[in-house]
């Protein structure tokens, strides 16, 4: 049996898929988030004026009908209705904490995001009911987007109106395969049917942008698989295409299974495969009349079509973050709340704190975060960062840049720096080297 102890993710890439995170989300990476920083949160909610960023709401839905074998998030597939009704009752005795904070009060949310776990798992009633609270306590009337994450088998016409009503404007469908085999091999819960059903009823209520996830590389997925998952997107066309690349983390039960064989390598497709599947979506996409607005996304109207929350975190926008092991940003200072679901339930309940861990970051680890998470854009503005932060992005990063330029990764304009095609497909594997020095060998980023 092998230890996931002594793996470091593949940040290279170049064959085989490995177990660990690959994908960068955050920075500095969560290794070095600690129980010592949790103090600042407290101190900054505390301050004595309000923060001026733009601010948004995670709120975290952590109920699933089965878990998926590659998911690593924190699901429940086992609570019944008086479990679930008591997280939510926790989750805004936590939201009315935040709201009557001296750096919150006053404030309205740019963005709402409902993630999960599965969002549309709750009933229409529940979330009708729940949506109505949390605008009573903090008002959306100033949300540019509202998104609300789905699982299709989860959805029926009664619900999507309900989702409608409380004013979601961005739909987001995790449909990730049409082959019903394949959705079964990696522990879907919906089947291919029911996509086509939750796609009409959502598209016959016009949502403002609608998002299907695609995976690349799930266990069983093949060339012919792929081209076609591609063609039946083209024919539904969304507003917005999400296509990841599968990674394998050690909470996985993919992982577990390859740790009790005894393998290094994951049963799903290599990374030059993964890559190459990605490539040949977008080549058929921007056939299609889609434009790559980012390392995974594909946009059918890049001037109407937004994704308001990632471009707000990725600026350094506050976002509150609501719901057991959800992740945080305020006044630069990352936080993640307790992980385990009774714990945190009990936390709220008598009255103690919810936190489990932060980091308090430097100007410098704030400028680096926004560098490495725009680059996932594909091209960054110089004048951006030198006007925020007060750096030249072409002379901190030189000798960097001269090396993607020469082998063909960069190209550089007046105010601006793109990546090649190729490069924004693997652009996880170059962020590292944007890392300060003591972040380089994190084993989870």
Known sequence: MIKDTFIKPDRETKLETKG????????????????????????????????????????????????????????????????????????????????????????????????????????????????????????WSEAE??????????????????????????????????????????????????????????????FENLNLDLIAGMLGETDGNWSDCIDRTIQLSPDCVTIYQMEVPFNTTIFKNMKEQGKISAPVADWPTKR???????????????????????????????????????????????????????????????????????????????LRRALLTTQEERFIRELILQWKLGRVRPSYFLEKFGIQLHERFSSIFEIWKKSGDLIVGEDELVLSRDALLRVDSKLHELFLPQHRDSRYV
Request: aromatic content about 14%.
């Open 276 to 354: 190459r599947w990605v490539s040949e979506a977008f080549a058929r996409l921007e056939e299609a009349g889609y434009t790559i607005t980012s390392t995974c996304t594909a946009v059918k109207n890049p001037q109407k079509t937004k994704f308001i929350y990632r471009d707000r975190l990725w600026s350094g926008a506050d976002m509150v973050a609501l719901g057991v092991a959800s992740f945080g940003h305020l006044g630069g200072i990352h936080y993640q709340n307790l992980t385990h679901f009774d714990q945190y339930c009990q936390a709220m309940e008598d009255g103690a704190s919810t």
């Open 20 to 139: 660990g995170n690959y994908f960068v989300s955050n920075y500095p990476p969560f290794s070095f988030w600690n129980e010592e920083d949790l103090p600042c949160v407290e101190s900054m909610l505390n301050s004595p004026t309000p923060g001026s960023a733009p601010m948004g709401i995670y709120y975290h839905v952590p109920f699933c009908r089965k878990r998926c074998h590659f998911c690593y998030f924190r699901v429940y597939t086992d609570k019944n209705s008086s479990e679930v009704r008591r997280y939510l009752s926790a989750t805004m005795r936590e939201f009315e904490k935040y709201a009557d904070s001296p750096y919150l009060k006053g404030r309205m949310p740019k963005f709402v995001y409902f993630g999960g776990g599965t969002p549309s798992y709750l009933s229409a009633q529940q979330l009708t009911e729940l949506t109505n609270r949390m605008k009573d306590i903090m008002p």
């Open 145 to 206: 987007e509202v998104t609300f994450e789905c699982e299709p088998g989860t959805l029926s016409e009664k619900k999507l109106q309900a989702i409608k009503n409380f004013g979601v404007t961005r739909l987001s469908l995790g449909v990730e395969n049409f082959n019903d085999h394949i959705l079964e091999t990696n522990g879907r819960a919906h089947r291919s049917k029911e996509v086509f059903n939750a796609f009409k009823y959502a598209r016959s209520l016009g």
